[in-house]
């Protein structure tokens, strides 16, 4: 496989839905926001992924800020307690045109992974070809489409098949094999997000460590 280098890792930063992962209307919480002009703004967060638009608000003011305007926003996630980062980044249309959307840092180790999620009822989960994980409220399921940076310098979709992740991250016959066979020993489901991470994680590791 050929190296997929921190390059890429820290291009994401400095270049720095589909409905979904949108927070509740009325939740809101601490984070920040990084205009591209550097300034950084710090108040409670509030985002609309569809309309790819970040909000703030302080001392009872709200502004709203397009993908075009914003490098990166975060905050602290009360409801999964978890720090959780967006990032604006280009993506081609199927028209071919490109466009600044709003894709949430998976991981960043040497290697970037990021994603979009997609909220359906869950009987129509099984209908999705994207990795999913389930949620018990409401019966609600968030369909996840993850995307790198290939090393054609493309920003570019990962199916959930294991030839596709050959194929974006550049694996070579054995690599291939031995990804394979990860899946099949740990008994991996690339349809659920948590294995479809693991696996690129556990091939991500494995090149850095080469």
Known sequence: MKKLHLFYALFFCLWTSLEAGDLPKDDWNVGEIMLNNGEILKGEIQYDLKQNVAMIKKKGLVKAFGAYNIDYFRFMDSARSMIRSFYSMPYSQKNGQER?????????????????ELSVPQKHAVLAERPYIQREDKGVVSISSYYIFTLDGNFQKIETEASDLADKLSLDRKEKKEMEKFIIENQLDLNYASDFIKVIYEVVQNDIQS
């Open 100 to 116: 600044l959307m709003f894709f949430e840092l998976v991981f960043e180790d040497g290697f970037a992974l990021f994603n979009r």
